[in-house]
C-alpha cells in the first residue's frame, strides 16, 4: 500500500470539524451566529487545506462566479456604514460568515472522505431537534392549535406591555426557552419539512434506516407547522414539495421543463418590474404620486407590512451618501431608524439595511450563479436524487419564506434581539448547499469521493475512506 | 407496547399546561377611550377565601405611611415631605436618598422575580410608577371595591411595601376643571393575606391608610406611598407583622372616597353622573424575597 500523505491521513478530521459545524449551525444554539462565524472560518481554512490538491482550474469559474459576489457583499454588509457602531470583533465575524460556509461547501464537495449522506444527516437531525425542542415547548405552553382557538382573545400581557400568543411560539434560545414569532421558529420547523419529499426516492425496503431517518426529520418539521398552525410555512412546505415532485416525475418531460422555464422568466421578469417600480416609488414623487392615485397600486407599493418598512429603508439607500450602506454619521435623521428597527419580513429589504444599495444588487448577481449552479446540478450531478431533492426543496422553502417571512427580530419580549439576515444561521446552511452543489461547467459528473463498486462486498474501513457515501455512488 | 408509545405521542399535547393561555383577553381590554370600561374589578378569587384571623393596623401620615404629597414624577427627586427629621436624621435611613425617578425601575417586583412579569397585573410590577406615555398600559383602573389577586409566589422576606396612584374622573363640564382637582383624600385598605399551613384558611393582616390626599385629574401626576411600618408599630410589635407577613400569597386593595360631591360616586356601577377612579401604577416590594 502505497505511503498516505499527511493530506490523506488526516482528511478524516476535517471531515469531522465540517459535518460537526453542520449540525451545530442547523442546531442554532441560540442563533449565536458569532461564533459560528469563525469556527466557520477555521473549519473553512482546515477543509480547503485537505480538499486543496483536488481543486482544479475548472473549478476556478465557478469558485470566481459564486465567490467573488458573495465576498465582496461580505464587505458591505461588514465593514459598511450600517454596522458602523459595531464592535470590530462583529464587524469581521459578519465578513467571514457567508464566504467561510460557502468554502466549506466548495471544500466539503471536493474532499475524499467527505459523505454527503452524513452531512444530509447532520444537518437535518440539528434542524430537527431545534424544531422538536420548540414544538414541544410550544405545545406546553400554548398547547396545540392555539391561533386558532383564541383567535378571538389571543392579547397578554408582560411586564406591563400587551403582546399576542397569535403569533408567538416557544423556541430554544441558547440554553433556555423564550418567547419568538412564528415567523421566526416556522423557518428552522419548514427546513425540517424539507426533507420528507426525499421519501419520494427512497424505498422502505431498500434502507430503513434512511427511510426512518428522514421520516423523522420530516415529520417533525411537518408537526410542527401543522400543530401551531404555521400558514405561511404550510403554503411554503407546499411548493418545495411541488417542486419536488415536479423533479420526481416531469423531470425528463421536456414540455414541462419548458413551460417551467417560461414560468420561471415570467415570474423573475415581473418581479424585477415589481423590484424597479418599487424603488422609483421609494425615490421619485412623480412616481409615488401616480400610484398613490391607484388604490390597487398603493396597495402592492406602499399599504402593506412590507413596503411600509422598504420604502423608507430604499429611499434613504438610494441616496448617494448611502450606497456603501445606510451612513448614520453622514445622513443623520434622514435614517428611517423605525423602519430599520423593524422587522420587514423579505430578506431582500433587510439585506439593503444590512449593506445597502450596493450589496442588494451584489446579491442579486450571486443569485443568477448560484441559479445557473444549482440548475446544472440537478440536471448532470451524479449525487442521489434523493440528495438533490433535500438541497432543492431546502432553497426553494428558504427562498420563499425568507421574502415573505423572514424575522430579524424574533425575542417577542426583547425587541433588542437582532440577528440580521446575512449572518443567519439557516442562510449559512444554504450558503453550504450552494458551495456544495457548485461543480465545474461541463464535469458535473466528477466523483471526488473514492469510486465504490456495487459488487465490492464490503468496504474495508482500515484501507478505505470510512465515509464513503455507498447510495450516491451506486446512481 | 405500540399501542402505549402512541397514546403518550397523543398525550403529549393534552398533558400541556398552557401558561401562556391562561389569562388572554380580547385585543385592548381596559384600554378603551370610554372611561366606564376600563374599570378593573377582579379578585381572582381573593376575595372568596376564608379568614381564621384578622389583625388591623391604622396607619397616619408620617406615622406608618409616607406619601410624595403630589410631587410630580419628574422631580420624585425632590421629597421634601419625605427628609429626615433634623432631630433624629436615622430615624427614616432609607427615604431621602432613594427616592429618585429610578426608584420604580430598579425597585419593581419584575426585576425581583420574573414571575411577577406575567398577566394584566403584571402593570403593577412592571415599574413604571408613572404613565411614561403608555396611558392605559401602564395602570390598573380601580373603583371603590379594588382589585384582589394572588402573588406568583410567596413572599419571604421584606421590609416595607409601597405603591403609586392617583385619582381620576371622568367629569368633563366646559372645560370646567374637576371637583376634586384640588382636594382628593382617600382612606386605602390593604389587605395581605397568609395561607396556614394544612388548612384552606387564611389569616389575614389589614392595614388602613386614612386620609390619604392624592392628585386628581391634574395630568399624569402621581403619589408615591410608602408603608414602612415605624412609629405607629413599636420596635416590638414590628417584628411580629414582619413574621405575619412572611409567607404571604395574596393582597387586596380597596378604597374609600373621601371628598364629597354628589355629583361623583367612587363606585363604577352606581347611577351617577360621574364616576371616581384610582389610577393604581405601581405596587412596589423594595427589596423583598420571594419563593
Redesign the interface.
Known sequence: MAQKTFREEYESIGTFLVLEILALVSFGLGGVSLIFQYAGFIVALIATFFAFKNYSKDDLIPVLCLGAPLLLLSVFTGFGYSFSNGDILAKLGCFLGLISFLAIGLSARRMKSFSTRNAIYCIGGGLALLTLIGT?AT??????F?PL??A???????????Y??LNEM?WLQGFKVV?VSQNYGGLFALMSASFLPALLFVKYKEDKIMFIVFAVIGGIGLISIL?IPNFYALVFFAIAFAAALFYRFLRNNELAIKILKYAILIIVGFAGVLVIIALLNASNSNVSSFIAGSSFLNRIFNGNRIMIVANPIIAAALRVENLFGLNHIISGYDIPMDAIRTSSGAFEIEIIKEGGIIAFLLFIIFALFAYESFSRYLKSSKDADYVKVIFLTLIVGFVFYSTLCFDVFPVTHDSGVYLPFTTSLPLFIIIFVIGFTALPKGKEDVSYQKEVKKEEPQINVEDEYTFIDVEEEEM | MKKRNLALIVLIPLLASCTKTKELYADYAYYSTDFMQNYYTEHNGVNELKEASRKSFDLLKNHGYQSTNGAKGESLQDLSCCVRPEDNPNKYPWISSQYSEEFGRHNNLTAIDTSFAYGYLSKLYDGRVRCEGKYQLSRVQLDKTGYSTFFPKRLENFKYFAFSLRGATDYYVDNKPSPLTKDCRLDIHINFYKHIANSSEYDVVNFNLQNVAIPCDAGGDTDLIVVYLADDINEKERQPIYDDLTDTVAMSFTFELKTTNPELSDDSKADSPYHFAVMLYEVLFPKSSWR
Not at chain 1, 405545545?139 to 396545540?144: D, E, K, S
Open positions: 414541544i405545545w406546553a405552553q400554548y398547547g396545540v392555539y382557538i383564541h378571538k382573545a389571543g392579547s397578554y400581557y408582560y411586564d406591563g406591555n400587551l399576542s400568543i416557544a418567547e400543530s
